[in-house]
């Protein structure tokens, strides 16, 4: 008699509103028929997927016990009852909530209705540590490119760098550099000092080449961009073994080197290219 209540239950809980039978493999819309918990009444409900979606009613109209004690406990009771038995073990078994038939519903997360934190920048992401493992999958799975050339960021040797330097027109005046300051603030007085003590004669300082031995008096409130130039040269098949040596030093200075043709201002350089083809004033 247990058996053919249950059918029949299972046979009325299959169909939508108009009386047809419901495709249980795939769902546009989460269907919740007959939600009986706490004070829900029978309440039958299609909610769409991909949309915001919210309940509002006066309190005690039963918003929470729709949205957490029945479409979230069921969601979460499903995932969990997909793990294996070992893990199954540690996470207990999770009630099953009144409700005739839940369809549609994927693995469900519940955010508690207060401020988690203070922190502005709080997502949905940050606060279920979501944002950690997407980070970590676009950094496994995903290929970078750079946001100015669009080209495909990948690592190269220093005979690739050589190469791609050689690849210029014959002629062209360029500067190799070292990036020693990316986007921090402060003075660095000592910094360039001890470029300047090393012999290295100019650095690019937020687009301008400058002087080491002038005094720059940068403001230690605003953030900065700093490159020492390694050589001034022009590239060329006599050149080889020049620039081949003032890669050599950029790469012992810093771990991403620039080539800087020296034809057209430019204030700007994607910092994302290991070797940025960018144009700078010419003063060789």
Same mark, same amino acid.
Do not use: W
């Given at each position: 008699?247990?058996?053919?209540?249950?059918?029949?239950?299972?046979?009325?809980?299959?169909?939508?509103?108009?009386?047809?039978?419901?495709?249980?493999?795939?769902?546009?819309?989460?269907?919740?028929?007959?939600?009986?918990?706490?004070?829900?009444?029978?309440?039958?409900?299609?909610?769409?997927?991909?949309?915001? /979606?919210?309940?509002? =009613?006066?309190?005690?109209?039963?918003? @929470?016990? #729709? !949205?957490? $004690?029945?479409?979230?406990?069921?969601?979460?009771?499903?995932?969990?009852?997909?793990?294996?038995?070992?893990?199954?073990?540690?996470?207990?078994?999770?009630?099953?909530?009144?409700?005739?038939?839940?369809?549609?519903?994927?693995?469900?997360?519940?955010?508690?209705?207060?401020?988690?934190?203070?922190?502005?920048?709080?997502?949905?992401?940050?606060?279920?540590?979501?944002?950690?493992?997407?980070?970590?999958?676009?950094?496994?799975?995903?290929?970078?490119?750079?946001?100015?050339?669009?080209?495909? /960021?990948?690592?190269? =040797?220093?005979?690739?760098?050589?190469? @791609?330097? #050689? !690849?210029? $027109?014959?002629?062209?005046?360029?500067?190799?550099?070292?990036?020693?300051?990316?986007?921090?603030?402060?003075?660095?007085?000592?910094?360039?000092?001890?470029?300047?003590?090393?012999?290295?004669?100019?650095?690019?300082?937020?687009?301008?080449?400058?002087?080491?031995?002038?005094?720059?008096?940068?403001?230690?409130?605003?953030?900065?961009?700093?490159?020492?130039?390694?050589?001034?040269?022009?590239?060329?098949?006599?050149?080889?073994?020049?620039?081949?040596?003032?890669?050599?030093?950029?790469?012992?200075?810093?771990?991403?080197?620039?080539?800087?043709?020296?034809?057209?201002?430019?204030?700007?350089?994607?910092?994302?290219?290991?070797?940025?083809?960018?144009?700078?004033?010419?003063?060789?």
């Amino acid at each position: 008699m247990k058996s053919i209540r249950g059918s029949m239950a299972r046979k009325k809980s299959e169909l939508d509103l108009t009386g047809k039978v419901m495709d249980q493999t795939n769902f546009e819309k989460i269907i919740v028929r007959g939600a009986r918990e706490h004070n829900l009444q029978a309440v039958n409900l299609e909610i769409p997927k991909n949309q915001l /979606i919210v309940f509002s =009613g006066v309190s005690g109209s039963g918003k @929470s016990s #729709l !949205a957490f $004690d029945t479409l979230f406990a069921e969601g979460q009771r499903r995932y969990v009852e997909s793990l294996s038995s070992y893990a199954r073990q540690f996470l207990g078994q999770l009630p099953k909530p009144d409700v005739e038939y839940l369809g549609g519903l994927s693995p469900s997360i519940s955010i508690q209705q207060k401020t988690a934190g203070r922190n502005p920048r709080s997502t949905v992401g940050t606060i279920t540590e979501i944002h950690d493992f997407l980070r970590v999958l676009y950094a496994r799975v995903g290929v970078g490119h750079c946001p100015q050339c669009q080209g495909v /960021i990948q690592a190269q =040797g220093r005979d690739q760098i050589l190469e @791609s330097a #050689l !690849a210029l $027109d014959s002629g062209t005046p360029v500067y190799v550099l070292a990036p020693v300051v990316k986007g921090q603030k402060g003075e660095f007085k000592d910094l360039l000092e001890g470029f300047r003590r090393k012999g290295f004669l100019r650095a690019r300082v937020d687009g301008d080449i400058v002087q080491l031995d002038s005094d720059l008096n940068l403001d230690r409130k605003i953030k900065h961009n700093i490159e020492v130039v390694i050589d001034r040269l022009k590239v060329g098949p006599d050149a080889r073994g020049r620039v081949s040596e003032a890669i050599e030093t950029a790469l012992n200075r810093a771990p991403l080197p620039l080539l800087l043709p020296a034809m057209i201002q430019a204030t700007r350089f994607p910092t994302a290219c290991l070797i940025p083809v960018m144009p700078v004033p010419n003063v060789i």
